[in-house]
């Protein structure tokens, strides 16, 4: 996203960023089981927008655009009268997440903030699950959301909402790490600025190589959603970018079959070539497989 749009969106939003009426009074109940909301979590730059994309295309889900981004307060009055123009039906190119377009997929980034990290009352924790619920009714599936900084975030999801389902992408590490670099560069012009999720600890590393950084980054992330998971949510699905891209039929269909989501009929399955290729000077590139054998080492011992 053009950085002035950026900031006069985020503006927009924060003027905005109440709760709507509509999402007001004692806590809602999911009507069914397969309605529960879903969350994708992994690291940045691990396929998680390729994988939103496939998954509201394929599948009939609720999800909060662009347009009710905008406007928090009004979200779900918006998603009750535009639900039918919200149809996702064809694969975009994203900017480091974003995806143009008004009734495009939103990470809402400035709302989950709100929403998770915020030590709320039990009304504002009710307020923010009624809103959940509502935009399902609104859309007739189970609420889907992509964005990344909830994957430090889980404690809090699950506290609010318990009946959270966990999808959790990787990516080849190495890969994964050197898009982490070339999205530094991309958004300041140097690797040796963090980019994104600040996992724990994070600030222990910035007087490290920007290389060693960015595959402890990766892992780090990835530990912790392990670690959660594996405590408090066994039913995490778990779901490779390398293999999405080959078998996309194969990993939608994984996420119905499991959590029970009714797909879309008629539309097509098309797998997807994949972003990994070297594309470092092979000195830069050494540098990421020395550390990750270095971690993984120190994470294995």
């Known amino acids: 996203m053009i950085p002035v749009f950026r900031n006069i969106v985020l503006k927009i939003q924060s003027i905005f960023n109440g709760f709507d009426p509509l999402a007001f009074g004692p806590p809602m109940q999911f009507d069914h089981p397969s309605l529960h909301p879903i969350f994708i979590v992994g690291a940045p730059r691990s396929g998680s927008t390729l994988l939103y994309q ?19 307060n009004k979200m779900v009055l918006i998603a009750r009268h535009t639900n039918r123009l919200h149809k996702f039906n064809q694969l975009k190119e994203s900017d480091l997440g974003y995806l143009s377009g008004l009734f495009s997929p939103s990470e809402a980034g400035s709302i989950q903030k709100k929403w998770f990290e915020s030590d709320f009352s039990e ?18 599936g189970p609420f889907l959301s992509k964005n990344l900084l909830n994957s430090l975030r889980l404690k809090q999801i699950k506290r609010i909402l318990p009946e959270a389902r966990f999808i959790f992408i990787r990516r080849d590490p190495l890969y ?35 290389f060693y950084q960015v595959i402890w980054q990766v892992l780090e992330i990835e530990r912790t959603i392990t670690n959660f998971c594996k405590k408090y949510s066994p039913d995490t699905i778990n779901i490779a970018y390398e293999d999405l891209c080959k078998n996309v039929k194969k990993n939608v269909g994984k996420v ?14 098309d797998d997807i070539g994949h972003m990994n290729a070297i594309k470092l000077p092979l000195e830069d590139w050494s540098k990421i497989e020395y550390y990750h054998k270095k971690l993984t080492k120190l994470h294995d011992s």
Do not use: C
């Open 123 to 140: 009304i504002s924790s009710n307020q923010i699950r009624n809103t959940v619920i509502a935009i399902t009714h609104a859309f007739s």
């Open 54 to 72: 496939l998954l509201l295309k394929h599948s009939k889900l609720a999800y909060i655009s662009n347009l009710m981004s905008l406007t928090p």
């Open 176 to 210: 994964n790490a050197q898009s982490l670099l070339l999205s530094r560069k991309k958004m300041f012009g140097t690797i040796n600025k963090w980019w994104s999720v600040q996992p724990i600890g994070y600030e222990e590393t910035l007087k490290s190589d920007p």
């Open 256 to 269: 119905s079959e499991k959590f029970s989501v009714e797909l879309k009929k008629n539309v097509g399955f």
